[in-house]
């Protein structure tokens, strides 16, 4: 295929619509970070971790919620429609969570952004994945990972520029009487108003997924979309291939259809690498970043700016990501993210243990972070929104996507509770030997897809199982 025959301008433009769900996802997920040591105070759960750890790891009920009905409701209605679905709940959530003086609500409100955030990483790689050509689809579904970084680099800038300096020595009661105990964290969340808006206006302009159109037999927008993309003979082709892998579909997609022998193998290894990508931990320095820096021994103002630097870090790396996955492949990004975690983590768990308090754990968080942004970060994503049959992909996402969030639920929810029982030091040696094993996992496991069609590599993966 010519590539130049593809109309850029047009991929491009519907890629960065539908990413903006990794965008808010990203700062809907870390916003609580920043907002973390005064909606505390606020709520006065400082001397419960379970109660911090629920406030913390609540939405995750929600991010749950929303990919276990992605599949279904993708599979259903499109996937355009839950994008803009997904960008309502962000909106709400950001009013609510900001607006409310009751912890409940909080809690309410974190939920709801959870729904969203579970929808939109679920159906925005599947999304940017089926209107992509083979040869640039690593590339513009890590776009949906890269405005997830923005996203939480976002987050972490405006909560460093909403709150007002904390002293070093400032008591509980001071930073609860203080702007940022009684409106600062409220703004943290409010700032999330205007993108969330801004996805929802946006994403009626963008079209449904060609090959959700093929699949419930409106041929003739999905030929219009796939001519748009690629050009006649392009969308020809395409239609034909998408055709092909659904001879077997049926549009009931039920749990036996996900049993199908042909399907499990497959799906086995979705829910592994989306359990690993949130087990592996890094999740923990964004989400914990109070506990983290202050545990190296940091004050609350170096805590919010040391985000900011983590921030750009991600954001750095998941740019080079970007440059490479369609070149070195998935597989190998995986495999070198894995072992880098593992070896990152057993000396920053040492640094812990040996009192190196500062710049040396600073550095040991970067270069973790600098290695997940580059590699399990994005590329699972890739992975994910690739390796799941035609017929079943939105089913099979959904399943994925919510061992995530499980995974990611529990990891957040443990994390202060562990912190207690191993302390920081046991706490990432951990997470070290969580990444050797997936490192083990991947390598034994996972093909490499790069280059190749969605239909390609369904069928690569039929004809692994029949020799």
């Known amino acids: 295929m010519n590539k130049a025959n593809f109309n850029k301008q047009f991929i491009f433009w519907i890629t960065a619509v539908s990413?903006?769900?990794g965008l808010l996802f990203g700062y809907d997920w870390v916003v609580i970070g920043g907002a973390k040591p005064f909606y505390e105070r606020f709520f006065e759960i400082t001397a419960s971790p379970y109660l911090q750890g629920w406030a913390m790891s609540s939405a995750l009920i929600g991010c749950f919620l929303g990919a276990l009905t992605s599949g279904a409701?993708?599979?259903?209605?499109?996937?355009?429609?839950?994008?803009?679905?997904?960008?309502a709940l962000f909106t709400v959530s950001a009013i609510g969570t900001g607006a409310v003086n009751n912890f409940t609500l909080f809690i309410t409100y974190r939920l709801i952004g959870g729904l969203g955030i579970g929808l939109a990483s679920a159906v925005s790689p599947m999304y940017i994945a089926e209107i992509s050509p083979a040869h640039i689809r690593g590339r513009l579904v890590s776009v949906n990972q890269l405005t997830i970084v923005i996203g939480i680099l976002a987050a972490q800038t405006a909560n460093y520029l909403i709150a007002d300096k904390v002293g070093a020595n400032a008591t509980d009661a001071e930073i609860l009487n203080s702007w940022n105990g009684q409106m600062g964290w409220r703004w943290m969340f409010w700032a999330e108003v205007i993108p969330a808006s801004a996805f929802f206006i946006l994403a009626f302009f963008i079209p449904e997924s060609p090959r959700f159109l093929v699949k419930t037999g409106q041929t003739e927008k999905a030929t219009s979309i796939l001519t748009r993309i690629g050009g006649k003979a392009y969308a020809t082709e395409e239609e034909k291939n998408i055709k092909h892998t659904l001879k077997s579909f049926t549009s009931k997609i039920n749990l036996k259809v996900l049993l199908d022998k042909?399907?499990?193998?497959?799906?086995?290894?979705?829910i592994v690498l989306a359990a690993y990508q949130q087990w592996c931990g890094i999740n923990v320095i964004f989400n914990y970043a109070e506990e983290v820096f202050v545990a190296a021994g940091y004050s609350v103002d170096d805590m919010l700016f040391n985000i900011i630097i983590t921030g750009t870090v991600n954001l750095i790396f998941t740019l080079v990501?970007?440059?490479?996955?369609?070149?070195?492949?998935?597989?190998?990004?995986?495999?070198?993210g894995s072992i880098g975690l593992a070896v990152i983590y057993f000396f920053l768990g040492g640094s812990y243990m040996l009192n190196l308090d500062g710049?040396?754990?600073?550095?040991?968080?970067?270069l973790g972070i600098a290695t997940y942004a580059m590699t399990l970060a994005p590329i699972t994503w890739v992975v994910l929104s690739e390796i799941f049959p035609n017929r079943v992909r939105g089913a099979?996402?959904?399943v994925a996507t919510t061992a995530l969030w499980i995974a990611s639920f529990l990891l957040t929810y443990t994390f202060p509770v562990l912190n207690k029982l191993l302390n920081a030091g046991g706490t990432f040696w951990l997470y070290a030997l969580i990444s050797l094993f997936g490192f083990l996992f991947i390598l034994k496991k996972l093909p490499e897809t790069k280059g190749k069609s969605l239909e390609?590599?369904?069928e690569s993966f039929d004809k692994k199982r029949t020799i």
């Open 19 to 21: 990413a903006m769900g």
């Open 359 to 366: 710049i040396i754990v600073l550095i040991l968080v970067l």
């Open 262 to 270: 042909k399907v499990v193998p497959v799906l086995i290894i979705g």
């Open 396 to 398: 099979a996402m959904a």
């Open 456 to 458: 390609e590599i369904e």
């Open 73 to 87: 409701l993708s599979d259903r209605f499109g996937r355009k429609i839950l994008l803009i679905f997904a960008a």
């Open 321 to 336: 990501a970007m440059r490479v996955v369609d070149s070195l492949g998935r597989r190998k990004l995986m495999l070198f």
